[in-house]
């Protein structure tokens, strides 16, 4: 009876890239990290990062990547063990789940830390080109927001001013403010308040789509609408 052969070198990277591209297939979150993964790394050249900003921010990548992909694998083999409800099972994919969470989180912290002065040099130099605008302005906004909500509901006859409809009321007036908030806030705290301005926005809007009282189309198109209106009334007026 002839033994199994031992898997050579070879064989060992195409198993561990066939594990790869199937997680990718199967794992929604994975594809979002690898995407995300792309884009920070395109991001980190065009603002030439140095070389130990880039290393950390590798470390960081794979850190993501290692940890969603090690969650996959204890849930796959927690699922194949039972098959039945199971306190103790549940409790080590809650376990994996947060250590991706650490993770992500760890990963956010790294890219802040490493492109906010880049990205709040750049955008001072370019809003720093117009005047100080005055507050009134940011009212004048979200006012006229406001008003092209409704008129635009009105128009469809679809929702009411707070509820339902194409656009979503609550995501323009938050993208509205998360862009006067850009504008108004001074240069050298400009990036981290628009960085949370822009993040209590998103939540606003995904808040909408989960209740099931909008569509992810009609808050996209909320939050368009809040950011331009706001975005022409401070480069016209300022």
Do not use: C
Not at 160 to 187: C, E, K, N, Q
């Amino acid at each position: 009876m002839s033994s199994r052969r031992a898997p050579t070198i070879f064989d060992s990277f195409n198993y561990a890239f066939e594990g790869i591209i199937h997680v990718l297939r199967t794992q929604r979150n994975l594809r979002i990290h690898f995407a995300i993964a792309v884009v920070v790394l395109v991001f980190a050249l065009v603002v030439n990062v140095t070389r130990f900003e880039l290393i950390v921010l590798l470390i960081a990548i794979a850190f993501v990547l290692i940890a969603e992909m090690l969650n996959t694998a204890i849930e796959a083999a927690i699922d194949i063990a039972t098959t039945s409800f199971d306190p103790m099972a549940k409790l080590a994919k809650d376990i994996a789940a947060g250590a991706v969470l650490i993770a992500s989180v760890n990963a956010l912290a790294v890219g802040y830390l490493v492109f906010s002065n880049k990205i709040a040099d750049r955008s001072s130099t370019l809003l720093e080109r117009l005047r100080q605008a005055p507050a009134e302005l940011t009212l004048v906004a979200l006012v006229l927001t406001v008003i092209l909500v409704i008129a635009t509901k009105a128009y469809t006859g679809r929702g009411t001013p707070l509820r339902g409809g194409i656009p979503s009321g609550h995501a323009a007036v938050a993208f509205a403010a998360w862009m006067a908030a850009t504008y108004v806030a001074d240069a050298k705290h400009r990036f981290l308040i628009s960085s949370l301005a822009l993040i209590i926005a998103f939540l606003v809007a995904q808040t909408r789509v989960e209740s099931g009282v909008h569509s992810a189309l009609e808050v996209t198109y909320g939050a368009l609408m809040g950011a331009l209106v706001t975005l022409v009334v401070f480069q016209v007026f300022s």
